[in-house]
């Protein structure tokens, strides 16, 4: 089956204890309760980065790099399996299926069938699903708004973005509801284009419009859909092992691995207190 071919499937990552912490003044955030305990760098660098002043563009994904969605996602899977007479899948198992975009997603949760209208219904009511609980338990990462505003403090130069193979709109939602819309010149989702990551066709799209060469471009992800699509335009990468997929590192090495995104900055060269 041609459909089958193009699938990735991706081991079940192990399942993580996380902090929720409730912000009066501003977003929820989520962090991993093992990021609690330590303090000394646990940055790996497998590769050189540019030098901090060279870049023009830096691109995140969204979904386990600057937010955790899996609740949501994990429980507008479900739905759509129970819509549909179906039992539900552990959420490790549907976490597993993240970062292609919704209509792999679906395929994945449903076993690859082979008719294309029940993907195209199940897509529509996950869809319908998602827009109104994409914000029931999505969280933005401790740490992030303070590294976004430090690197552009640091580098006015440069230009962020976001680049998800997630639904524009609701991307774009998601940014606002949980600040990160001040932060982002462009926010791009899996429908913004013809293609999707790693397909090179976003991120030169990005590239043209902060007028950044791969050489003064830099992308920063959680999973190796991320590291490809950095590739395949010859950009550096940063790969986040806090995120929702980075047991797939492994298949693809980013230039460099953090544990948080505070570590963002030293990985670049720049002062956390910037």
């Not at 294309?116 to 401790?142: G, M, N, P, Q």
Request: a negative charge; charged letters at 20%.
């Amino acid at each position: 089956m041609a459909a089958a071919r193009q699938l990735r499937w991706r081991p079940a990552p192990a399942a993580s204890a996380f902090i929720d912490t409730d912000n009066a003044e501003g977003p929820r955030t989520r962090t991993s309760a093992a990021l609690r305990f330590y303090t000394s760098s646990m940055i790996e660098r497998l590769r050189p980065l540019p030098s901090p002043a060279s870049l023009r563009l830096i691109a995140f994904d969204l979904d386990g790099t600057l937010i955790d969605s899996r609740a949501d996602l994990v429980a507008s899977v479900n739905a759509t399996l129970a819509h549909l007479g179906r039992h539900p899948l552990p959420d490790a198992v549907i976490a597993s299926y993240i970062g292609d975009g919704v209509q792999m997603l679906v395929r994945r949760a449903l076993g690859d069938p082979e008719h294309e209208d029940i993907i195209a219904a199940a897509v529509a009511f996950f869809l319908s699903y998602y827009r109104v609980h994409k914000l029931d338990h999505t969280y933005v990462y401790e740490g992030v708004l303070e590294a976004l505003s430090g690197i552009a403090a640091a580098l006015p130069q440069a230009r962020l973005a976001v680049l998800t193979n997630k639904p524009v709109r609701p991307s774009e939602e998601i940014c606002a509801a949980l600040q990160l819309t001040p932060h982002c010149f462009r926010i791009y989702g899996g429908n913004s284009f013809e293609t999707k990551k790693p397909d090179p066709l976003g991120l030169e799209t990005l590239m043209h419009e902060a007028n950044a060469t791969p050489e003064q471009t830099l992308m920063i992800g959680d999973s190796d859909v991320d590291v490809l699509t950095a590739r395949n335009v010859g950009a550096s990468v940063i790969g986040c092992r806090f995120g929702l997929a980075p047991h797939s590192l492994g298949d693809a090495p980013p230039d460099c691995l953090v544990d948080a995104p505070f570590e963002w900055l030293e990985a670049m060269g720049l002062p956390q207190n910037a």
